[in-house]
């Protein structure tokens, strides 16, 4: 892959942060989040050899990447953001793994729909660490029974949890404990970690790190 600068300084930023931590930087998995962002920025980080985004919301991966996915058939795509029943079957078709598995009816439909496409996602249960009331995710006390029923009624392939700690706390908390809810429940991977904390989500046991701003700049409003 070639290395441009910002991809290299988020690349030994990674290495870095896991040496710290004792942990194989190969087991840390960036996704870039190309939500918001200009043409020329995808473009950029595709050249760049990034084959790894993610979306936040389905129309919108939709309209950028359905027809370019075709020229890069190594890319794998992540669903960052919320996800609307009416939509599933758009996500199940564009999306390689879904983040924001956080309810019973979102699950049933995402089950449905891939067995009706035959093809398995990956999934991770976002768990709303912070309890706060206007957060998706499910809270810590709903997790074993959620999982449960998505594993073993729905035949879901869950993989891990999924966490956006509240704005104005330690994410360091959110982190810990969301690792240590994981492991409780028998899940091996933790998607935590953005622009502002990869470094500290890597500290914590995060796979998968989210990282938008600090790999192709400020978003552009919508
Ligand atoms: C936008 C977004 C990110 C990336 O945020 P940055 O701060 O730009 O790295 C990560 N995770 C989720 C869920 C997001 O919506």
Redesign the pocket.
Known sequence: MKVTPVSAEITNAIKKAAQHADRCPSDIEL?A?S??QPEDRIEAALADGFRVF?E?RVQEAHTRWADRRALYPDMRLHL??PLQSNKTADAVALFDVI??VDREKIARALSLEMARQNRQLDCFIQVNTGEEPQKSGVSPKELPAFADFCISELGLQVVGL?C?PPADENPAIHFGFLNHLASQAGLSSLSMG???D?ETAISFGATHI???????GD?IPR
Request: no cysteine.
């Open positions: 996704i989040v939500k918001q993610g936040n960052i953001g983040h924001t999924m956006i953005m622009s502002a990869f989210r990282v938008g701003s600090a790999i192709f978003r």
